[in-house]
């Protein structure tokens, strides 16, 4: 898709056109922004979310084209809505409880924090009032619309179904007769819709008090969670400084903690300065040893420093300072892969699910917006709330949950990223938006993916910015992922065999895995105008 004018890429198509609906009616990145944001938590109900968190990131400010000097009138903002420990929650909590007790059922929950973001947002930085952003969910859920074919598989797996049907909620809503609803079927959600005309009409009190919020806390109880109405009512979303790096001839903004986005990013992209590439290198042997290099390094810090910033120290300023990245430069060979027993002692990786779900937006006059959000797992905890139609989150297994044990994206966590009460998870979405050296907005990226989202998030940068690929083939391009532990590469299928063999001779055990992310891109063309890509990995479209 390109367009002068603005774009929405999205994962799901009813809700990117609804991104696509509000800037035609004059409004800006934001406002499209939250009205996807409600719409994807009707349509992609596996990552969309009202029950969920998430981060936004945005280059914002203008109210219309200008020539004026770009970084005068654009601010860099990021928005911090991520789920937090509830109240009665302690560190301890999962270690004697069930295996699957921070993943399924009511003790998986954090506090969510979706809906308080989206209004922040719209209240901060938007132009349109919360009745002209939630009318397109409030009409999808109302009216409904075709189940899609992606929605229906997903349901249909056995795990999943086995799962939700242990919860009544759930069970009525998605396997009406005790079967996932039909691809094609009019999928109608009237409990979700009056949830959103609640919100519509009182704003964050017609989620976080109230009838929604009773309903919640008295399924909490019954199912043996632990969020309160005190909580719901002290939650908070917060506005943070996003981390800023410097690209070829530009820079770029992506989250800072407790995302590990912006620190992992702008370490890996510095660790690779100096290393001069061509076009011709990508997917290269040497491209990809480099790449796992520095994945390898970042990584390892990640695990050792970060964590929810109100709650610990994760001295990025050390991280990013010149000393520390050229130490770890200077102990990357060309010859031979490293050891990740040398940046560690734990025997921990990085767990977190890849069922998240993102989209960038560039409205008319050059605003840009990234935002990451998700239920953690697909469907999350797989609880529907009674009489609410939203599934809450299983975001506490994000937190070091049993210390030395991988979470569900494989990877083991620090203990600075321990459970304490209003404590923020550490995550790796990565919303990210790409500037030219004038502070114009050049691109908004970003993927769902677990720990795979800051890999894919940096080879699709780095192969717009230093490798000169176009946006179609740096999305569609076969992608890999190194996170220190485990020690291996993960490499999607299309690598050159020649390629993974050169790999291994350099000392890379090499593991082939599925498709990683679902990448959402814009990008501006120059005199072309903006570029819309939505990774054909996956079911979104761009418009």
Not at 105 to 125: C, F, K, N, R
Not at 144 to 157: C, D, E, I, V
Not at 206 to 220: I, P, Q
């Amino acid at each position: 898709m390109r367009s002068e004018k603005g774009i929405v890429a999205a994962a799901e198509p009813e809700a990117a056109k609804v991104g696509r609906d509000i800037l035609s009616a004059g409004g800006n990145a934001i406002d499209a922004a939250v009205a996807v944001g409600f719409a994807l938590a009707v349509t992609y109900p596996a990552a969309g979310n009202l029950g969920g968190g998430g981060f936004l990131v945005g280059s914002i400010g203008r109210e219309k084209e200008t020539s004026e000097t770009p970084q005068e009138n654009l601010s860099s903002v990021a928005l911090d809505f991520r789920e937090v420990a509830p109240l009665q929650s302690t560190s301890d909590m999962y270690v004697k409880a069930k295996e699957s007790s921070s993943l399924l059922g009511h003790l998986a929950s954090g506090v969510p924090g979706s809906v308080d973001g989206l209004l922040h947002a719209l209240d901060s930085w938007g132009s349109m009032s919360r009745d002209q952003v939630l009318a397109p969910a409030i009409r999808l859920a109302k009216d409904g619309f075709p189940m899609t074919q992606r929605t229906h598989s997903m349901l249909a797996r056995k795990s999943t179904m086995n799962a939700m049907l242990k919860y009544r909620a759930s069970a009525d809503l998605f396997y009406p007769g005790g079967k996932p609803v039909p691809t094609g079927t009019l999928f109608k959600q009237p409990d979700l819709a009056r949830t959103l005309d609640l919100i519509r009409q009182k704003g964050r009190e017609g989620f976080y008090s109230g009838d929604v919020a009773d309903h919640l806390a008295t399924e909490m109880k019954r199912g043996g969670g632990l969020i309160s109405l005190k909580d719901l009512k002290e939650y908070r979303s917060v506005e943070r400084t996003p981390i800023k790096f410097p690209t070829s001839d530009g820079f770029a903004i992506s989250m800072p903690p407790p995302s590990s986005g912006g620190i992992c990013l702008a370490q890996i992209s510095s660790l690779l300065e100096g290393y001069p590439f061509s076009t011709t290198e990508a997917g290269s042997a040497r491209h990809l040893h480099l790449l796992a290099e520095a994945m390898r390094r970042s990584f390892a810090d990640r695990n050792q420093f970060l964590g929810d910033p109100d709650f610990v120290d994760c001295q990025t300023q050390l991280l990013l300072s010149t000393d520390h990245l050229n130490k770890l430069r200077s102990s990357i060979s060309e010859d031979v892969a490293t050891p990740s027993s040398n940046f560690t002692s734990s025997p921990q990786g990085v767990k977190e699910s890849e069922q998240t779900t993102h989209y960038s937006i560039v409205d008319p006059a050059g605003n840009g917006v990234a935002v990451t959000t998700t239920l953690n797992g697909s469907f999350g905890s797989k609880v529907v709330v009674p009489g609410t139609g939203f599934l809450l989150n299983n975001e506490m297994d994000d937190f070091t949950t049993r210390p030395g044990v991988p979470n569900l994206f494989g990877l083991i966590q620090g203990e600075l990223n321990g459970i304490a009460p209003g404590k923020r998870p550490l995550s790796s979405m990565s919303p990210t938006v790409w500037h030219y050296s004038d502070g114009s907005v050049r691109g908004v990226l970003g993927t769902p993916g677990g720990p795979t989202i800051i890999t894919n998030v940096f080879q699709v940068l780095f192969a717009l910015d230093r490798l000169g690929l176009s946006p179609e083939l740096a999305v569609s391009m076969p992608k890999m992922h190194h996170q220190c532990l485990p020690d291996q590469i993960y490499v999607e299928q299309g690598h050159s065999e020649s390629v993974l063999q050169q790999l291994k001779a350099l000392k890379h055990k090499i593991v082939t895995r599925s498709n990683i992310g679902d990448f959402q891109l814009i990008t501006h063309l120059n005199s072309r105008g903006w570029t819309g890509i939505s990774d054909p990995r996956g079911g979104g479209a761009s418009f």
